[in-house]
C-alpha cells in the first residue's frame, strides 16, 4: 500500500510503524496490531472522528440526566484485550475509540456522560 504524505501512520522498511501524533497513538492503542494501514477510508474516517467530530463540554450533571455513562460502555477491546476504562478524565489523553460508542451515525449526535465529573462527551454526525 502507498502512503499518501498527509497519512501520519507510515509503514518502515521494516514494517514497523511510525507513530507521528497523537491521533495515531490512539488508533494504535485499540487497534494494537492491526492499523487500519490497509484500509486508507478506515484510517481517515478515524482521523476526522478524532480531528472534527469529538467534543468536550462542561455541564453539571442534572438528576434524571439520560446521557450514558463510559462505565456502562463495553470497551472495543478485540485487538487490546488490556484496555481499561478511565478512571479520571484528562482531554488530552483521553481516547474515544476505546468505548462503543455510536461514531458513525450519519443522522443524530451522541452525547455520553464521563462518570461522576461534568464532562459531556459530543460526537457529531458523520457528513460527507
Not at 15 to 24: Q, S
Not at 41 to 60: D, Q, T
Not at 88 to 112: C, E, G, Q
Amino acid at each position: 500500500m502507498s502512503v499518501s504524505a498527509s497519512a501520519q501512520i507510515a509503514p518502515t522498511s521494516t514494517a514497523t510503524l511510525v507513530l507521528t501524533n497523537n491521533n495515531d497513538t490512539k488508533i494504535a492503542e485499540v487497534y494494537g496490531t492491526n492499523l487500519p494501514i490497509d484500509s486508507p477510508s478506515l484510517y481517515l474516517a478515524l482521523m476526522a472522528l478524532l480531528n472534527n467530530r469529538i467534543s468536550f463540554k462542561n455541564e453539571v450533571e442534572l438528576a434524571g440526566e439520560k446521557y450514558p455513562k463510559l462505565s456502562s460502555l463495553p470497551l472495543l477491546n478485540k485487538n487490546n484485550p488490556s484496555l481499561t476504562h478511565d478512571t479520571a478524565f484528562d482531554r488530552n489523553t483521553f481516547n474515544p475509540l476505546k468505548y462503543n460508542m455510536v461514531f458513525f451515525d450519519t443522522k443524530s449526535a451522541h452525547i455520553y456522560r464521563f462518570d461522576g465529573t461534568d464532562i459531556l462527551i459530543m460526537v457529531a454526525p458523520q457528513t460527507f
